[in-house]
């Protein structure tokens, strides 16, 4: 294939960050030395920026949610990040949090990263996450329940968001009588304000 048909191809897609696996989907390469050899060249040559191992942007203006996505396999946003877009905290983070198979956390470019480890039960079960923008992201119920999942008493600025029902029923993946008390606690604050 034409190197102008790659890069090509690379442009049309909507995604603004792609791993090894990304690229050799896009360009249809099932030859390792052969994709390797593509990425290092277009890297050279400016068309592909490497943001760390595996992970390649367009260019500078890549989507912060989408490297923090690609970062780990599988993963989505969620805890602070998702809480603040559903209007559930109105603390200002400019690191991204995710749940993520382990628990780290990075700087690349100007972007910050945590990922918190969930049990893979939780993690690989797709209840709740949805996907925009070429990343997943929890929606307020799941991520509220990741939060007190792992921290039991966190505050949140407000709970409207929340939808009662669907939290009762995404708590069945995460196997834990605990949390369900803890839902009600919340409930019962949200129901008292």
Same mark, same amino acid.
């Given at each position: 294939?034409? %190197?102008?048909?790659?890069?090509?191809?690379?442009?049309?897609?909507?995604?603004?960050?792609?791993? %090894?696996? %990304?690229?050799?989907?896009?360009?249809?390469?099932?030859? !390792?030395?052969?994709?390797?050899?593509?990425?290092?060249?277009?890297? =050279?040559?400016?068309?592909?920026?490497?943001?760390?191992?595996?992970?390649?942007?367009?260019?500078?203006?890549?989507?912060?949610?989408?490297?923090?996505?690609?970062?780990?396999?599988?993963?989505?946003? !969620?805890?602070?990040?998702?809480?603040?877009?559903?209007? /559930? $905290?109105?603390?200002?983070?400019? %690191?991204?949090?995710?749940?993520?198979?382990?628990?780290?956390?990075?700087?690349?470019?100007?972007? !910050?990263? =945590? !990922?918190? =480890?969930? =049990?893979?039960?939780?993690?690989?079960?797709?209840?709740?996450?949805?996907?925009?923008?070429?990343?997943? $992201?929890?929606?307020?119920?799941?991520?509220?329940?990741? /939060?007190?999942?792992?921290?039991?008493?966190?505050?949140?600025?407000?709970?409207?968001?929340?939808?009662?029902?669907?939290?009762?029923?995404?708590?069945?993946?995460?196997?834990?009588?605990?949390?369900?008390?803890?839902?009600?606690?919340?409930?019962? $604050?949200?129901?008292?304000?």
């Amino acid at each position: 294939m034409a %190197t102008d048909n790659l890069i090509a191809k690379l442009y049309q897609s909507t995604q603004t960050v792609f791993t %090894t696996k %990304t690229l050799a989907l896009i360009w249809d390469e099932t030859n !390792s030395d052969n994709l390797k050899s593509k990425i290092a060249y277009y890297v =050279k040559q400016g068309v592909l920026i490497r943001l760390t191992r595996g992970v390649f942007a367009k260019d500078k203006e890549y989507n912060s949610k989408e490297l923090a996505n690609s970062i780990y396999t599988p993963s989505y946003i !969620s805890f602070e990040t998702a809480l603040r877009e559903a209007g /559930m $905290i109105f603390q200002h983070y400019d %690191t991204i949090f995710i749940a993520a198979p382990w628990g780290r956390e990075m700087k690349i470019g100007n972007t !910050s990263i =945590k !990922s918190r =480890k969930l =049990k893979d039960e939780v993690l690989f079960n797709p209840a709740g996450v949805t996907n925009q923008d070429n990343y997943s $992201i929890a929606t307020p119920e799941r991520a509220f329940l990741d /939060m007190i999942y792992l921290f039991p008493k966190y505050y949140f600025d407000n709970l409207r968001p929340i939808n009662w029902e669907r939290c009762f029923e995404l708590a069945e993946i995460y196997n834990n009588k605990q949390l369900i008390k803890r839902i009600k606690n919340y409930q019962k $604050i949200s129901n008292a304000k």
